[in-house]
Nanobody, 129 residues
Framework: EVQFVESGGGLVQAGGSLRLSCAAD????????VGWFRQAPGKEREGVSC????????SYADSAKGRFTISSDKAKNMVYLQMNSLEPEDTAVYFC??????????????????????WGQGTQVTVSS
C-alpha cells in the first residue's frame, strides 16, 4: 500500500528556513513525478513545486522561485522541500503527492491537482512576522 507521510513543519520567524520531508513508502520515485502543495486556511490548495521522476528536473510556482528547493533521494524514497526566506504568506499545511499521469513536470503541472494522488496528511508550517 502506498502512503506518503510529510514531516518537518513547525513555527518559524519570517526570514527563517524549514526543510520538509516526504516519505514515499511503497512508491517508486523513478516512475512518477512528485509534487509539493500547500493549503492556507480559507484558501484552495495550490501547487508549490514538482520534481520529475527520471532526471529530477524541478519546477516551481512563482511564489516559491528563488526561495524553495525540491529534491529527492531515491535510495531512501524521500522527497524534500527546502524553504528559505520564509514569509508569513507561506503559512499553510503542506502536502506531498504523486502525479500518476506524468513522469515529468511540464508547465501547468502544478495547476492540475486532479492528476495527483496518494496525498499525505500534511505538515503545518507557520511563519510569524
Amino acid at each position: 500500500e502506498v502512503q506518503f507521510v510529510e514531516s518537518g513543519g513547525g513555527l518559524v520567524q519570517a526570514g527563517g528556513s524549514l526543510r520538509l520531508s516526504c516519505a514515499a513508502d511503497g512508491f517508486f520515485l523513478d516512475y512518477y513525478a512528485v509534487g509539493w502543495f500547500r493549503q492556507a486556511p480559507g484558501k484552495e490548495r495550490e501547487g508549490v513545486s514538482c520534481i520529475s521522476a527520471s532526471d529530477s528536473i524541478a519546477s516551481y510556482a512563482d511564489s516559491a522561485k528563488g526561495r524553495f528547493t525540491i529534491s529527492s533521494d531515491k535510495a531512501k524514497n524521500m522527497v524534500y522541500l527546502q524553504m528559505n526566506s520564509l514569509e508569513p504568506e507561506d503559512t499553510a499545511v503542506y502536502f506531498c503527492a504523486a502525479n500518476l499521469m506524468r513522469r515529468t513536470c511540464p508547465p501547468g503541472a502544478l495547476d492540475r491537482i486532479y492528476e495527483y494522488d496518494y496525498w499525505g496528511q500534511g505538515t503545518q508550517v507557520t511563519v510569524s512576522s
